[in-house]
């Protein structure tokens, strides 16, 4: 009885180190780089994704601020695009496990967009909202 349930724990930390790893080192694809449509701002929807909107005076600079903001987050990684695009995205992955997150950020004339979603799972419990806000706050925007 104690070899089967020992070999049972076995079983199960390896399959976790196995998704732990696999979390950690799948590749996004660069589909993940597009804009959304512009719906209405400040929306945490129930797919673990959170879209906002501002309309700053000077929209190119504040693009580049927040790409400066995002760019000096720990886990973050541009993916595609760049400021001088007009558009860039980014991964964020969570500190324990490695789940990635996608955040694009771009500019449609006056409006600066940007929106992070996960990509596994059904709902990531406000983590991009309160990782967009906090950019945002920092950014000054």
Known sequence: MTNILLW???AIVLIFGALAIWLRTVTIPPEMHRTADLPDSGREQTDGSFFTTRRPADPAAALRDLADVIE????TARLAGSVDEGHVSYVTRSRVMGFPDVTN????????????????????????????EGWLTRAGL
């Open 105 to 132: 950020l771009w500019r449609e004339g006056d409006v600066v967009a940007i929106r992070g979603h996960l990509i596994f799972g059904k709902g990531d419990m406000g983590v991009n909202k309160r990782r967009i």
């Open 72 to 75: 000096d987050t720990p886990r």
């Open 8 to 10: 049972v724990v076995v």
